[in-house]
């Protein structure tokens, strides 16, 4: 039985908006019965962009994660919600727009706050996929249709397929520790969940300072060397995939020009700013600006 | 023979209109409307036929027996055929209705009545939109973000969708860049604000009926000092036209020409019959007035600065962009993103078309840096180096990173000599030959914040490599770093580095993938600037094409009166201004001031007012309180679709309805006039047929209606209708370009849109400046500049007294050498209000820039209850109020107390707004960023202070020009200082926080 899944392409985000002003265009004054009634004007919308920006000026790098009703295979919503809340043969979960009414305990229920709480119509409320649409023929749902970078991919496959294709490509699901089983993927969450250690090499000569590019700059943790790279034109080198609140890491720089090393404790992504290279011929003396902290 | 064709054709149209009404439903209801008597036929009475309407039913009466109401008369033969038979010719027409040949008789009501009565009949057959399931019918519509499918089910907005091409609609192009092969996407990548579109329609901000002010009489007390305070009342259409339309006279009587202005927005909804370059100027024009002379502010910088070193000053001192996307893939190693954010301002119009084209940019592995003191979106989605510049001083940044290239022979040698002139005196400037001072990436750290090492990085990364520089808003000009006091020198700034590095040659040219699509330039649509219904050749590009394309009777206004718009309010309060004109015909025409009032004409009294959006809009536009209370003003008209903004400082106020209830036609991205060719930012030109998709809300009308209704107390009604409504001139639009070669008029009304085939592969579009690069003829298909404006032959050069770009432009060496502002020699005066002047930035010491919002098109999707107020990076609702957003770095907001999303008072003298704060590293210390374009202003008394809630920024900006000698904006060059608001609690005891109300 083929069902319905959603992929989501973190990165190609840019928090234009169409999604959520395409769901409120869809919901707002139309009453589609079985499926969901109308959305309030003024009420919270059914999908959220979250937004996580890393690093300090120069180096920041900013991520949005739509997220919405996951309709997971084992969701806690019904756990809560009775016969209020269904799951169709083609995995998507609607709350019934009339046994809903009333049940404001449905909205708590949902780990990942996919939930809003209509006042008008005491309603609970989420994204339905566009239910309404997709068994009218529609390929995909509005969001997908709106989105002008392709974030979003309906892909319609049977569980066996699905779960093949999220191995393959490495898609993976928000808290997946608390077993709902969602069916919507998230392609490249690395970039929400990971870390980056990056900085900017320079060095003084004739009273001048310049950046420096192709320095060798390798990142430590411990004793093992775990990644290597070269400082561009700007002298920026960049880190990433590192895990959060990871502990002490070193970096150390070796150029003609000159070397540095800074010790660093990552919680958050962290950008160690002007790293100036000490030329070789003076003895690399420890100095106190070389061990870094996160600052708050 | 020609005799028994009238005869004919008049025997039988009484059954002909019978047939019509038995057939259709609307038309039966429209007959129904009213009953008169009507006489066609000529001048001498020999044929013609008497028409009786009446009950809705059409019967044909003996001419002798009647006095007929209304008369429609031809001096001859041959002109009634031409009127009457099949397929008129409008030229034919419009010649005969000037040249007295054809008259009409009649009360003007009735006039146009019956008029545009005849053209219903030939209309009202023709099938409109496209049935789908269930009951549903898809209209089209399009917007200044985008075209839409709009779904209309049993009379009511069901939802508004992206345009999507079909299997029938032409292939795109396609562009084979270093090894790949790129073809867009075949549906409309639209902006957030056309998508809610329905939400603004809907809105219960709506006006559905006319109101007056209740303390408004005008027989008696009229009471300007209230405007602003009092409430209104509802009255009938009659009575508002009435008064509306008795005004007019009396202020004609009373004062003389020019007592009445039409303050213009420069944006309206899309489509070329309803835009106020449109119907709005037909109609000023037949009432008379003075012109609000607007300031060139989307190319401030460009315009008083750029253009005299190179030209172009018919585009407004911006380049062209021509052929830029297919180079810049193939050729292009760096894009320089300055003052450039088209994933917040769409190139103007044309949605997220070219972030598709920039994302290609990204797979061939072109670079980015980012010169903005915001990580603005573009920076976001695409990466690469950012540079925050601090604002206003991006000309410093430039003039440094132009001494690296000076020193290290980083330019093009053989460009400089060849095709320019001055190097050498900028080449002095730069060292420090003429002042003392080398202008070293060390020099500009303190003013800029940037290192000197980024600087000398980023000259030498860019210097003699194919780079883009993608300066302002489609790459090719405008920006906000133009808008401030030091824009002209960043715009000039901008020309010099190219015309250093060899702008024309591959991969060396202005843009960011945002302008020159290989779509095909030839096919001819009107954009909204070129004319449209107005007839006016003087103040729209109608002269160009679209008064021959389709003949119209021209009107004019008679008053040479002229008010500064940024000026507005001063002119009103202290009664004169002057400013410079911003007139594309040349480079000189900005030089010569003008002065208001003008001798000959009335000050202003009355202010005819479309839409409400100064307040948020126009600098320091606190000022607009006391104009418009200013007992000089005798009488506000407001004329808007939603109750926001300046529509509660009226005394009369006229309900319009939205595009989507009206009629209309337009194509994507087209405007026309000064942006010649402007539909090369969309990957597809796509025409549509602006559906009138329901029926007009409350008692709201078409503003081509409520026109038609005050000039038909004048009149004027059949001049200005020209017997015919809305659909009517739509379909001269169509008949009038190159449409009715490729897609039949009902097929267009049918489907809604026509999706015009691209340029033939073979017939590659020139890329911008390339000839100039290479020494030829001029090869780019625009009109300009005019003949007389080359140096040597036709063809030959750019528009400078060389033809050469000038380091050194001889135009203001000629102009401004009196003005230490404009000096001929560019060079980096810091701004008038920034880190420089100490003592105000004691006071107040963070910049501000206010700069285009990304959720809203101006004002127009802003407020009102729409969809945008749930955009988190637009509004945040708190205390169920949706507070605008200031962006503050966390090291300025941990100083003050201040936590995300606390309410925070921003001020300065000019004022003070309440704003919600994000906090992020996205600006940088010293910085705060937020948006112009409130539609919502509102003054609330808080413990006893006053402030504004709404979000209107513009507040808090200076109304000083950039620099003495213009007529120019500088809303980016604002000091301000923030605190955590201590009113907040007050202000959320006061309101319920129940989550649905609003105000």
């Known amino acids: 039985m083929s069902k319905w899944n959603l992929i989501i392409n973190v990165g190609r985000c840019e928090n234009c908006y169409n999604c959520v002003i395409a769901e409120k265009d869809e919901h707002v004054g139309n009453d589609f019965p079985g499926y969901a009634a109308p959305a309030s004007v003024s009420g919270e919308s059914t999908i959220r962009i979250l937004r996580r920006v890393e690093g300090q000026a120069p180096m920041v790098e900013t991520t949005y994660l739509p997220v919405m009703c996951n309709h997971c295979d084992n969701p806690p919503c019904m756990k809560v919600g009775g016969d209020a809340i269904r799951k169709r043969k083609d995995g998507l979960v609607i709350i019934d727009p009339i046994k809903g009414k009333g049940r404001k305990d449905i909205v708590r229920s949902c780990p990942y706050k996919a939930i809003v709480w209509n006042e008008e119509l005491q309603l609970p409320q989420t994204w339905i996929f566009d239910a309404h649409l997709l068994d009218n023929g529609w390929k995909r749902p509005r969001c997908q249709q709106a989105c002008p970078t392709d974030v979003f991919?309906?892909?319609?496959?049977?569980?066996?397929?699905?779960?093949?294709?999220?191995?393959?490509?490495?898609?993976?699901?928000?808290?997946?520790?608390?077993?709902?089983?969602?069916?919507?993927?998230?392609?490249?969450?690395?970039?929400w969940e990971a870390c980056f250690i990056g900085g900017s090499v320079s060095v003084e000569a004739s009273g001048k300072v310049d950046c420096v590019a192709g320095a060798e700059v390798s990142l430590y943790q411990g004793e093992r060397k775990i990644a290597v790279t070269k400082s561009d034109d700007f002298g920026d080198f960049r880190f990433g995939g590192l895990p959060g609140k990871s502990g002490g890491y070193r970096v150390e720089i070796h150029h003609s020009a000159g070397t540095a090393r800074r010790d660093c404790e990552l919680n958050e992504s962290l950008y160690l700013g002007e790293i100036v290279l000490v030329p070789t011929h003076r003895t690399p003396e420890r100095d106190p600006s070389e061990c870094v902290t996160q600052k708050s | 023979m020609k005799k028994i064709v009238l005869r004919t054709i008049l025997f039988a149209l009484p059954r002909v209109l019978n047939l019509t009404a038995w057939k259709h439903p609307d038309f039966r209801r429209r007959l129904k409307q009213k009953n008169c008597t009507a006489f066609i036929g000529l001048l001498d009475g020999s044929i013609g036929l008497t028409l009786e309407i009446n009950g809705g039913k059409v019967r044909s009466r003996n001419a002798n027996s009647v006095e007929p109401d209304v008369s429609l008369l031809f001096r001859d033969l041959p002109t009634a055929l031409k009127f009457l038979m099949p397929n008129p010719d409008q030229g034919d027409i419009i010649h005969a209705a000037k040249n007295f040949k054809v008259i009409t008789k009649g009360p003007d009501p009735l006039v146009v009545w019956f008029m545009q009565t005849l053209n219903l009949s030939q209309t009202v057959g023709v099938s409109m939109g496209t049935p789908m399931a269930e009951g549903t019918r898809r209209f089209t519509t399009c917007t200044n973000g985008g075209p839409l499918f709009v779904y209309v089910k049993e009379g009511r907005i069901l939802r508004v969708t992206p345009l999507e091409f079909d299997a029938d609609d032409a292939q795109g192009w396609e562009i084979r860049a270093r090894g790949k092969t790129f073809r867009p996407q075949r549906r409309a990548l639209v902006a957030p604000h056309a998508m809610t579109l329905k939400s603004v329609v809907y809105s219960d901000k709506r006006i559905l009926h006319p109101m007056k002010r209740v303390d408004y009489d005008p027989d008696g007390d009229r009471n300007p000092q209230n405007r602003g305070k009092s409430g209104y009342v509802r009255i009938s259409w009659d009575e508002a036209l009435d008064i509306v339309a008795k005004e007019i006279n009396r202020q004609k009587r009373v004062h003389g020409p020019g007592a009445i202005t039409f303050p213009m927005s420069s944006h309206h909804q899309w489509g070329n019959v309803g835009y106020y370059l449109s119907a709005l100027t037909r109609f000023a024009n037949l009432i008379g007035f003075t012109r609000v002379a607007a300031n060139p502010d989307s190319w401030e910088g460009w315009y008083w600065g750029a253009m005299h070193h190179f030209g172009n000053s018919m585009r407004i001192g911006v380049p062209a962009g021509y052929g830029g996307v297919e180079d810049c893939l193939k050729e292009a190693?760096?894009?320089?993103?300055?003052?450039?954010?088209?994933?917040?301002?769409?190139?103007?119009?044309?949605?997220?078309?070219?972030?598709?084209?920039?994302?290609?940019?990204?797979?061939?592995?072109?670079?980015?840096?980012?010169?903005?003191?915001?990580?603005?979106?573009?920076?976001?989605?695409?990466?690469?180096?950012?540079?925050?510049?601090?604002?206003?001083?991006?000309?410093?940044?430039?003039?440094?990173?132009?001494?690296?290239?000076?020193?290290?022979?980083?330019?093009?040698?053989?460009?400089?000599?060849?095709?320019?002139?001055?190097?050498?005196?900028?080449?002095?400037?730069?060292?420090?030959?003429?002042?003392?001072?080398?202008?070293?990436?060390?020099?500009?750290?303190?003013?800029?914040?940037?290192?000197?090492?980024?600087?000398?990085?980023?000259?030498?990364?860019?210097?003699?490599?194919?780079?883009?520089?993608?300066?302002?808003?489609?790459?090719?000009?405008?920006?906000?770093?133009?808008?401030?006091?030091?824009?002209?020198?960043?715009?000039?700034?901008?020309?010099?580095?190219?015309?250093?590095?060899?702008?024309?040659?591959?991969?060396?040219?202005?843009?960011?993938?945002?302008?020159?699509?290989?779509?095909?330039?030839?096919?001819?649509?009107?954009?909204?600037?070129?004319?449209?219904?107005?007839?006016?050749?003087?103040?729209?590009?109608?002269?160009?094409?679209?008064?021959?394309?389709?003949?119209?009777?021209?009107?004019?206004?008679?008053?040479?009166?002229?008010?500064?718009?940024?000026?507005?309010?001063?002119?009103?309060?202290?009664?004169?201004?002057?400013?410079?004109?911003?007139?594309?015909?040349?480079?000189?025409?900005?030089?010569?001031?003008?002065?208001?009032?003008?001798?000959?004409?009335?000050?202003?009294?009355?202010?005819?007012?479309?839409?409400?959006?100064?307040?948020?809009?126009?600098?320091?536009?606190?000022?607009?309180?006391?104009?418009?209370?200013?007992?000089?003003?005798?009488?506000?008209?407001?004329?808007?679709?939603?109750?926001?903004?300046?529509?509660?400082?009226?005394?009369?106020?006229?309900?319009?309805?939205?595009?989507?209830?009206?009629?209309?036609?337009?194509?994507?991205?087209?405007?026309?006039?000064?942006?010649?060719?402007?539909?090369?930012?969309?990957?597809?030109?796509?025409?549509?047929?602006?559906?009138?998709?329901?029926?007009?809300?409350?008692?709201?009308?078409?503003?081509?209606?409520?026109?038609?209704?005050?000039?038909?107390?004048?009149?004027?009604?059949?001049?200005?209708?020209?017997?015919?409504?809305?659909?009517?001139?739509?379909?001269?639009?169509?008949?009038?370009?190159?449409?009715?070669?490729?897609?039949?008029?009902?097929?267009?009304?049918?489907?809604?849109?026509?999706?015009?085939?691209?340029?033939?592969?073979?017939?590659?579009?020139?890329?911008?400046?390339?000839?100039?690069?290479?020494?030829?003829?001029?090869?780019?298909?625009?009109?300009?500049?005019?003949?007389?404006?080359?140096?040597?032959?036709?063809?030959?050069?750019?528009?400078?007294?060389?033809?050469?770009?000038?380091?050194?432009?001889?135009?203001?060496?000629?102009?401004?050498?009196?003005?230490?502002?404009?000096?001929?020699?560019?060079?980096?005066?810091?701004?008038?209000?920034?880190?420089?002047?100490?003592?105000?930035?004691?006071?107040?010491?963070?910049?501000?820039?206010?700069?285009?919002?990304?959720?809203?098109?101006?004002?127009?999707?802003?407020?009102?209850?729409?969809?945008?107020?749930?955009?988190?990076?637009?509004?945040?609702?708190?205390?169920?109020?949706?507070?605008?957003?200031?962006?503050?770095?966390?090291?300025?907001?941990?100083?003050?107390?201040?936590?995300?999303?606390?309410?925070?008072?921003?001020?300065?003298?000019?004022?003070?707004?309440?704003?919600?704060?994000?906090?992020?590293?996205?600006?940088?210390?010293?910085?705060?960023?937020?948006h112009e374009a409130s539609a919502e202003f509102k003054m609330v008394d808080i413990g006893g202070e006053i402030v504004e809630i709404g979000g209107c920024m513009n507040i808090l900006t200076p109304d000083r020009p950039q620099t003495r000698g213009t007529s120019s904006m500088s809303p980016n060059s604002c000091l301000v200082q923030i605190e955590k608001w201590q009113g907040a609690e007050e202000f959320k005891l006061s309101r319920a926080d129940t989550g649905i109300a609003h105000e």
């Not at chain 1, 309906?154 to 077993?179: C, F, H, I, S, Y």
């Not at chain 2, 600037?529 to 109608?542: E, F, K, Q, Y």
Request: net charge neutral; hydrophobic share 35%; proline share 6%.
């Open chain 2, 333 to 930: 190693e760096l894009i320089v993103f300055w003052s450039c954010d088209p994933e917040s301002t769409n190139g103007a119009y044309a949605g997220f078309e070219g972030t598709q084209r920039r994302l290609w940019a990204k797979e061939l592995g072109i670079e980015f840096v980012h010169i903005d003191p915001h990580n603005n979106p573009t920076a976001q989605l695409l990466g690469g180096r950012w540079i925050p510049v601090r604002p206003q001083t991006d000309a410093a940044l430039a003039t440094a990173i132009m001494y690296v290239w000076a020193v290290e022979g980083l330019y093009d040698k053989d460009y400089v000599a060849g095709r320019t002139t001055g190097f050498e005196e900028w080449k002095a400037y730069l060292l420090g030959q003429t002042d003392g001072i080398a202008k070293t990436p060390e020099w500009q750290e303190a003013e800029t914040g940037v290192p000197a090492k980024d600087v000398r990085a980023l000259a030498r990364k860019w210097g003699n490599r194919k780079v883009y520089l993608a300066a302002g808003m489609t790459g090719a000009g405008f920006g906000g770093a133009g808008r401030g006091a030091t824009g002209q020198q960043w715009a000039r700034c901008m020309i010099m580095m190219m015309a250093m590095q060899g702008w024309g040659k591959p991969g060396v040219n202005f843009g960011c993938l945002q302008l020159g699509t290989p779509v095909d330039l030839h096919f001819y649509f009107p954009g909204y600037a070129d004319g449209g219904i107005s007839g006016d050749l003087m103040w729209t590009g109608n002269a160009v094409s679209n008064y021959q394309r389709m003949p119209h009777i021209l009107t004019m206004n008679p008053v040479k009166q002229m008010v500064p718009r940024q000026q507005l309010p001063d002119a009103i309060i202290n009664g004169h201004a002057s400013g410079y004109l911003w007139d594309g015909i040349s480079q000189e025409a900005q030089f010569a001031p003008f002065t208001y009032p003008m001798p000959g004409y009335s000050p202003i009294h009355m202010i005819y007012r479309y839409g409400g959006s100064a307040f948020s809009t126009v600098t320091k536009s606190g000022r607009w309180i006391d104009a418009y209370r200013h007992p000089s003003i005798e009488f506000v008209v407001n004329q808007s679709i939603w109750m926001e903004g300046e529509a509660q400082f009226a005394d009369i106020i006229l309900p319009a309805c939205s595009s989507l209830e009206r009629w209309d036609i337009g194509e994507w991205s087209n405007s026309g006039g000064y942006a010649h060719h402007g539909f090369g930012g969309v990957n597809h030109r796509v025409v549509t047929l602006q559906h009138k998709s329901i029926e007009p809300l409350g008692e709201s009308r078409s503003d081509y209606d409520i026109f038609t209704g005050i000039l038909e107390r004048l009149g004027l009604g059949a001049l200005f209708t020209e017997g015919g409504s809305e659909l009517d001139w739509v379909k001269r639009v169509f008949d009038g370009s190159d449409l009715p070669n490729h897609i039949s008029w009902s097929e267009f009304c049918r489907k809604g849109y026509y999706v015009v085939p691209p340029e033939r592969p073979d017939f590659s579009q020139p890329v911008d400046m390339r000839w100039f690069a290479e020494g030829r003829q001029k090869d780019l298909p625009e009109p300009h500049p005019l003949p007389s404006q080359f140096a040597e032959g036709f063809g030959k050069g750019v528009q400078t007294p060389s033809g050469k770009i000038e380091f050194v432009p001889e135009i203001l060496r000629r102009h401004t050498a009196d003005n230490p502002d404009r000096p001929a020699l560019n060079r980096y005066i810091p701004s008038w209000e920034g880190l420089g002047t100490t003592t105000l930035a004691g006071k107040y010491p963070l910049q501000m820039i206010a700069t285009h919002s990304r959720y809203s098109f101006h004002t127009s999707s802003d407020g009102k209850n729409s969809a945008v107020n749930h955009v988190r990076d637009h509004r945040a609702r708190i205390a169920g109020h949706d507070f605008w957003l200031l962006r503050i770095n966390a090291v300025d907001a941990n100083k003050r107390g201040i936590a995300h999303r606390d309410l925070v008072k921003v001020y300065n003298d000019r004022g003070t707004v309440i704003c919600a704060a994000d906090i992020s590293p996205l600006v940088v210390p010293g910085v705060v960023k937020s």
């Open chain 1, 153 to 191: 991919e309906a892909v319609k496959l049977d569980d066996n397929a699905m779960a093949q294709k999220a191995r393959t490509e490495r898609l993976k699901v928000l808290l997946p520790k608390l077993g709902a089983k969602p069916r919507v993927y998230y392609r490249g969450l690395e970039r």
